[in-house]
């Protein structure tokens, strides 16, 4: 016969189990809690780009007016013409100059990208097929990322006050970006009439991670990745 001691009041099976379903609840709460502080401190930069662009934003019809519109340079296609999304990029900064909204076009990219020479490609679109006066582009071939684009405004150029024109996934990050190198910039989104959903989300998952990068840029006060001397075209442009 089994001895009733031996058995123990009822429900004493789950309370010799129960501290270990105790202790495995505490170390699920544990992991969870620490994945939502690293997802935290991993979105902290992103947060920072999208609080600062807040209430700088705008609509092509409703931007505010500045002499400058920077157009920020994305690959080119493989026949030399602006793909889909750069060729947006300057359709929105022709209306803004064709509107009156801004009066200079500073197009920044890399010259010797791999898909080839960025400023070249934006500057024939501007002035042939959007019918932007070539007086009043000016091309920056050493805007090797955001960054760098918006320093060499600032510094380079001398720009204080600009537009920004790239797609709606990539604006805060460059609007942030510029206004803390000492841009007073405002954001406009591009044309993206050949984004599909899956490239949308791919360029907003890389710019999630790109915004890491950005604060770490700001942090250590990264120099341009080309030193240049101060140039004059887009004042002597907008004199003109």
């Known amino acids: 016969m089994t001895d009733p001691a031996a058995v123990?009041?009822?429900?004493?099976?789950?309370?010799?189990?129960d501290p270990a379903g105790r202790s495995r609840w505490r170390r699920l709460r544990r992991l969870v809690a620490l994945g939502l502080a690293v997802l935290l401190l991993v979105s902290l930069p992103w947060l920072w780009t999208t609080l600062t662009a807040r209430g700088h934003i705008h609509a092509a019809g409703e931007a505010p007016d500045a002499d400058v519109v920077i157009v920020l340079g994305t690959a080119v296609a493989q026949d030399g013409q602006p793909g889909v999304r750069l060729a947006g990029r300057l359709e929105t900064a022709a209306e803004l100059v064709h509107s009156g909204r801004a009066?200079?076009?500073l197009v920044s990219g890399d010259g010797g990208g791999t898909s080839g020479d960025e400023p070249a490609a934006m500057t024939g679109y501007l002035t042939g097929r959007l019918g932007v006066d070539p007086r009043r582009v000016v091309?920056?071939?050493h805007g090797l990322d955001t960054y760098d684009s918006c320093l060499r405004a600032r510094e380079v150029y001398g720009v204080e006050r600009a537009l920004i024109?790239?797609?709606s996934y990539h604006l805060s990050r460059a609007v942030t970006l510029c206004r803390h190198l000492g841009i007073d910039a405002d954001?406009?989104?591009a044309r993206c009439s050949g984004c599909g959903t899956?490239?949308?989300?791919?360029?907003?998952a890389r710019d999630y991670l790109a915004s890491g990068k950005a604060a770490w840029d700001v942090?250590?006060?990264r120099p341009s990745a080309v030193d240049s001397p101060a140039n004059s075209a887009v004042a002597d442009a907008l004199a003109d």
């Not at 123990?8 to 099976?13: F, K, L, N, R």
């Open 8 to 17: 123990g009041p009822a429900g004493s099976d789950s309370a010799v189990t």
């Open 103 to 105: 009066r200079v076009v």
């Open 139 to 141: 091309a920056d071939p």
């Open 165 to 167: 024109v790239t797609q």
């Open 187 to 189: 954001g406009v989104p």
């Open 198 to 204: 899956a490239l949308l989300l791919e360029k907003t």
């Open 219 to 221: 942090v250590r006060r």
